[in-house]
């Protein structure tokens, strides 16, 4: 059985920095491709980043060159370091995993999801 728990979500103040991580087990995260979304208030689930098996990524413009996202094999984590938060990333973040080594960019194609956990930005 597939489990992906996040944890690193707080409150911070704007232009700050903040590092999500999800933990993975039951695959090897070393070929199944990964991606984080979130949900801000009132608003619908966005992509945030991606990640495949062989370690290609993507991002959103709106975190493009302030998040990065990453993982350890050997940890079995994915990670996305957030810089430069604006309170237009107060969000609940998500990681997600899907039965396939390439990402892709919309939700439903991910099969597995974590529990979520919430950034907050104060201005």
């Known amino acids: 059985q597939v489990q992906l728990v996040e944890s690193g979500g707080g409150l911070v103040q704007a232009v700050g920095s903040l590092i999500l991580s999800c933990a993975a087990s039951?695959?090897?995260?070393?070929?199944?491709?990964m991606g984080w979304f979130r949900q801000g208030p009132g608003k619908e689930r966005e992509l945030v980043a991606t990640?495949?098996?062989?370690?290609?990524?993507y991002y959103a413009d709106s975190v493009e060159g302030r998040f990065t996202i990453s993982k350890d094999n050997v940890q079995n984590t994915v990670y996305l370091q957030m810089n430069s938060l604006e309170s237009e990333d107060t969000a609940v973040y998500y990681c997600a995993s899907r039965n396939a080594p390439y990402d892709s960019h919309r939700s439903t194609d991910y099969d597995y999801w974590g529990q979520g956990t919430q950034v907050t930005v104060s201005s």
């Open positions: 039951g695959r090897s995260l070393s070929y199944y491709a």
């Open positions: 990640i495949s098996g062989t370690g290609h990524t």
